[in-house]
């Protein structure tokens, strides 16, 4: 699934974003990615989606080799990726099922198929009494759940979601890591960034991988936050 072999990112003013990263993630897993802002969580998920390159070392997503010389078919790798982002990137004027079906138009099913799919994907995430409300007239955990919906609808094999609790409270953020978590039953793999760590507790954590300053200070499987 993912496959990092002494993976470094270092940016052009000569910050060292993420150094000598090795490490493996297999189909279905969850992983909680932990540490403080600007620890190389955010640079991490960039190279996972191909927006960003290594600058030394391997990198393979879905079988996919992450590098420069890889843009077309990493423009392609990115329709079997759901990411989701806690500014949730929904466009105002659209109501939730027209934002779900913007996430669709890149795989080219036609538009009924393409309905079917985004009202099947808001079902599942609680808001099919919402298909038609503008999303601005969303609640935060609303509009959230609407990204993950446009995440999902594809269909992922990958599932990138990048500190999705930052902007909710308490009880949305822990319906949003519930729902996240239970997509890994369907052998996809979800990788979240949080700094909620005190919200994990009741959420089973197969996995938690820690960065302080671009390095890895902690990888364990079954693991509890400190």
């Excluded at 992450?66 to 109501?95: A, D, H, M, W, Y």
């Excluded at 094999?157 to 902007?167: C, F, V, Y």
Aim: net charge positive.
């Amino acid at each position: 699934m993912i496959e990092a072999k002494g993976i470094q990112l270092k940016y052009p003013d000569g910050t060292m974003a993420l150094n000598d990263l090795s490490f493996t993630v297999g189909k279905g897993e969850l992983v909680y990615l932990l540490g403080p802002s600007g620890s190389g969580k955010t640079s991490l998920l960039k190279l996972l989606l191909g927006l960003e390159f290594p600058t030394a070392g391997e990198l393979r997503v879905l079988g996919q080799a992450i590098t420069k010389r890889e843009t077309n078919s990493i423009r392609i790798l990115r329709r079997k990726i759901g990411p989701v982002s806690q500014e949730f990137n929904l466009i105002k004027g659209r109501n939730a099922l027209e934002n779900v079906m913007l996430g669709l138009r890149i795989l080219g099913i036609p538009p009924g198929l393409m309905e079917a799919e985004a009202k099947k994907a808001l079902a599942r995430v609680g808001l099919e009494h919402k298909y038609y409300s503008p999303v601005e007239n969303l609640s935060w955990g609303e509009r959230q759940r609407v990204a993950i919906a446009r995440a999902v609808a594809r269909q992922p094999k990958l599932i990138l979601a990048d500190e999705p609790t930052g902007n909710l409270d308490k009880d949305n953020a822990l319906q949003v890591l519930n729902l996240l978590a239970s997509f890994v039953n369907e052998d996809t793999t979800v990788i979240i960034t949080t700094h909620a760590t005190h919200l994990m507790r009741g959420i089973p954590g197969y996995r938690c991988m820690e960065l302080n300053q671009g390095i890895m200070i902690r990888d364990e499987k079954g693991c509890r936050p400190h």
